[in-house]
């Protein structure tokens, strides 16, 4: 790979991008509109946080990808791959030894310090497309701060549901301005995002790059009889018995037995590597 | 460096893709963190450009972005630097994405752009050359900052005018030698 | 036990290789030389450069082996590879009336300067398979003529010196290019010409033909279809001229619609154009249908609501490669995503029905 330059994009391309970055973070929150390129990945399987990584990485970082909250996963293997080929740079799968993270679907369960970057991969960057297709319409939404049809949906929710029918990619407003989506990470994930690392979603395919700055006030939308509530799996891990962190269900059998464990696997990996063990394993049916 | 035998092409990086990726980093680091003072070293400028202001420009600027020279710092050996290692071309106030100068050179700075309300982005990232940048002065509030952070600011009533027009505004970095800071539009400013 | 369901990098380089062989196919049969792909199987090379946007018959035959044959994701190699290209700099517009055409068209003149060539076309072939093309290739030697050396005007010129058609004034400003600079709506028509040549060609196929079945119907004639080949040149400053660094091969369709005006303002016809790289009628056709179609505004039309009308909706869903990205990318895990979704649901149903144990299931 060595005809390609540092971390594969040219460097006017990376130079397109950092300035979208600085505009993100001055702006917490804005979609800043970046003239994405094709990369050697399918539109929509990370190519926006791909090209953020790559603008962003230095020789001296150590890098960590997950999918899912896990290293190993498919996706998370194969672009952890392409950046060790490109860009040189150690990779780890431990959270706390990571200065760049990317992630798909999962904020990591360890809280993240001031030296850490969090890169999110980001399908649809818009909150509001799926209440208004129109790019046009949403951005003007937006100018004005227009978000009473994101208020209708969720009241909407209420009304049929009895509950906020929204479980992931829940919207949040950021610094008080601007709603954003945090991507499709579970609304339990929300409140960690106020968080001491610095916080950069790419989109590729729609061509949008975003920020949050650390410490910075993000509030998940909600009313006050319905409050936002970070929900769970309601068992503790079956691996480490953590009771604090996000479950995937595994079903065992053909009976259905179902099993709960960690989704970060770092975390439960570290749990258990310090003692934290389930001595029987008890599926539930 | 010799000053008699130096040329336009001397004094930009020795590594591009690594030391503008660095460069990046400490950019990055002070625009997420108002008032955190970072370093930025690796290019040796032509007067006046400080080697902080100079590294934002290799490290940002390029032939799609335009530049304006506030003051002492338009002068031919600064334009023949940058046209050499940027490609930017130099262009008026109103149309620059990058402005750089002292303070009073870059005055009044309401001939900026400061972003429209659908694309707030689009307005100028300020470079302001400071005799002196130091973590004390006015204090700073918002995005970026765990509690509070104090940084010397060059004039601190036009900056809380700047702030008002958030989500609109300019974006500054205040350098001073080696040394960055940034004041995004985002921060709420008191004096002391 | 708990078994994973995670792939690794073992699981890669193993479909990896899987696919390798399955490109091959039977070792026992020759394999396929570039050559002969960019020979014979011309038009899908056509069609991986045109959409894949980067003029280069070799590297399009060779993304079309690697891709065993599956063109979206031939034109995807290419897009890839093409973003890594540095630009060395922009050739002067190719004047088209200057085109070598081994192909010439007109639906609206029995006949006019230049003539009607019908060069390589499958139109008046009968669609019967060819049996002895499975044993044996060989072709006699097509008949010969004398080329044209003149070049061969455009039959919108005759039109345009009798006012009857809208005019196209030229421009010396340096068209936009939406692989720069991110697309912004509402898009310029350089912007949305160059987004629909780069498009799907079924994507604009269906769009055309939906405008043709009353969908914001513009009835269109073809006023020229011509296909062949242009000089490319460039301005090297050093020289202080411009040299012929080239020649490629283009597909040029000009529409004459259906024509509008006032009380203030006579009738006239009005156009749309479509430009695509090689022997790519199809889609030079749909692009000048479609661009007809999205000139609405300018040309003081209603918004009928039809899809071709819609610029965003055109413009967002053309691209093959951002669309087969984003559906395809439902294969990956999501995991994280439904397990949040199964929560809420099981507990709204226990909210619902009022049966923990049933909701339990």
């Not at chain 1, 604090?244 to 709960?260: C, K, N, P, W």
């Not at chain 2, 765990?146 to 060059?154: F, Q, Y």
């Not at chain 3, 999501?334 to 299931?361: C, I, N, S, W």
Request: with cysteine; charged share 25%.
């Amino acid at each position: 790979m060595s005809a390609y330059n540092f971390a594969y994009l040219d460097e006017q391309t990376k130079r397109m991008i950092r300035r979208a970055i600085l505009k993100g973070l001055a702006i917490p929150g804005y979609q800043v509109p970046f003239a994405s390129r094709e990369m050697p990945m399918p539109y929509g399987w990370g190519t926006g946080g791909v090209q953020v990584s790559a603008a962003t990485l230095t020789p001296e970082d150590t890098l960590k990808v997950i999918d899912q909250g896990a290293d190993d996963t498919t996706n998370a293997v194969s672009l952890r791959k392409f950046f060790e080929r490109t860009a040189g740079v150690p990779t780890t799968e431990e959270t706390t030894k990571a200065t760049v993270i990317q992630t798909r679907h999962r904020i990591p369960e360890v809280e993240l310090g001031e030296d850490q970057i969090l890169v999110y991969q980001v399908p649809i960057p818009e909150p509001l497309r799926f209440l208004e297709p129109r790019e046009t319409e949403t951005r003007k939404m937006h100018s004005l701060e227009e978000y009473g049809l994101m208020h209708v949906k969720l009241y909407e929710d209420i009304s049929q549901h009895g509950a906020i029918a929204t479980s992931y990619a829940y919207p949040v407003k950021v610094a008080g301005r601007y709603v954003m989506d945090p991507s499709p990470i579970p609304k339990f994930d929300n409140p960690k995002m106020e968080m001491a690392a610095i916080q950069l979603f790419g989109a590729g395919r729609e061509q949008r790059i975003y920020a949050v700055p650390p410490y910075t006030q993000v509030v998940s939308l909600d009313f006050d009889d319905y409050p936002f509530e970070p929900t769970k799996a309601d068992h503790p891990c079956d691996l480490c018995g953590a009771e604090d962190s996000y479950l995937d269900e595994v079903i065992m059998d053909d009976a259905g037995t179902r099993m709960f464990v960690c989704s970060d696997a770092d975390y439960c990996r570290s749990r258990r590597d310090t003692g934290h063990t389930v001595t029987a394993i008890g599926g539930t049916v | 460096m010799n000053t008699a035998t130096r040329s336009v092409f001397d004094g930009g990086f020795q590594d591009p893709p690594k030391d503008a990726a660095r460069a990046f980093r400490a950019a990055m680091r002070a625009m997420a963190r108002p008032g955190d003072l970072n370093t930025l070293t690796g290019a040796t400028p032509p007067a006046p450009l400080s080697q902080a202001a100079a590294i934002l420009l290799l490290t940002l600027c390029d032939p799609d972005t335009g530049v304006y020279l506030a003051g002492p710092c338009d002068c031919e050996a600064v334009r023949g630097w940058l046209r050499f290692h940027t490609g930017a071309p130099f262009v008026g106030p109103a149309q620059a994405d990058f402005a750089v100068g002292a303070w009073d050179d870059l005055l009044p700075i309401d001939r900026f752009r400061i972003g429209t309300p659908e694309y707030p982005d689009r307005s100028t990232t300020l470079i302001v050359e400071m005799p002196l940048l130091d973590a004390q002065g006015a204090v700073l509030r918002g995005p970026g900052i765990k509690d509070r952070a104090t940084l010397s600011l060059p004039d601190v009533r036009a900056m809380q005018d700047n702030s008002v027009l958030y989500p609109l505004g300019l974006d500054f970095f205040l350098t001073c030698a080696d040394r960055v800071a940034a004041l995004p539009r985002s921060t709420q400013i008191t004096e002391v | 036990m708990y078994v994973a369901t995670k792939g690794g990098e073992r699981a890669i380089e193993n479909a990896h290789a899987w696919l390798a062989e399955e490109r091959r196919g039977d070792p026992d049969v020759a394999e396929l030389g570039l050559e002969q792909i960019q020979q014979q199987l011309s038009l899908a090379v056509t069609r991986v450069m045109a959409e894949g946007s980067l003029y280069d018959p070799d590297l399009a035959a060779l993304a079309i082996k690697q891709a065993r044959g599956d063109l979206i994701e031939a034109i995807f190699l290419i897009r890839a590879y093409r973003t890594t290209l540095p630009r060395f700099g922009l050739t002067n517009p190719v004047e088209t009336a200057d085109m070598a055409c081994d192909r010439r068209i007109s639906a609206t003149f029995k006949d006019a300067p230049g003539g009607q060539v019908l060069g390589p076309t499958f139109d008046y072939t009968h669609r019967l398979l060819d049996f002895k093309l499975a044993a044996d290739g060989d072709v006699p030697d097509a008949p010969r003529a004398d080329p044209r050396m003149e070049p061969t005007p455009h039959i919108t010129t005759f039109l345009q010196r009798e006012d009857i058609i809208q005019p196209e004034p030229g421009s010396d400003e340096t068209p936009g290019d939406l692989t720069r600079e991110p697309m912004a709506f509402p898009a310029d028509r350089d912007i949305r010409l160059q987004s629909l040549a780069r498009g799907d060609e079924g994507f604009l196929l269906g769009m055309a033909y939906s405008t043709q079945r009353g969908y914001a119907r513009t009835h269109a004639f073809v006023g020229e279809l011509r296909i062949g080949k242009v000089p490319v040149e460039m301005e090297i400053p050093e020289l202080g001229f411009a040299i012929e660094i080239g020649e490629i091969d283009l597909t040029e369709c000009e529409t004459i619609n259906q024509f509008n005006g006032s009380k203030t303002q006579p009738p006239q016809f009005t156009r749309g154009y479509g430009l695509v790289f090689g022997q790519s009628e199809r889609k030079a056709i749909a692009v000048a249908l479609v661009d007809r179609a999205l000139r609405w505004r300018e040309l003081g039309e209603d918004n009928l609501g039809a899809p071709a009308q819609d610029e965003e909706f055109v413009l967002s869903h053309c691209d093959n490669i951002q669309a087969t990205g984003f559906l395809e990318h439902i294969k990956l895990p999501h995991y994280v995503d439904f397990q949040a979704e199964l929560e809420l649901v099981r507990k709204l149903r226990r909210e619902t029905m009022g049966d923990p144990q049933e909701a339990a299931e």
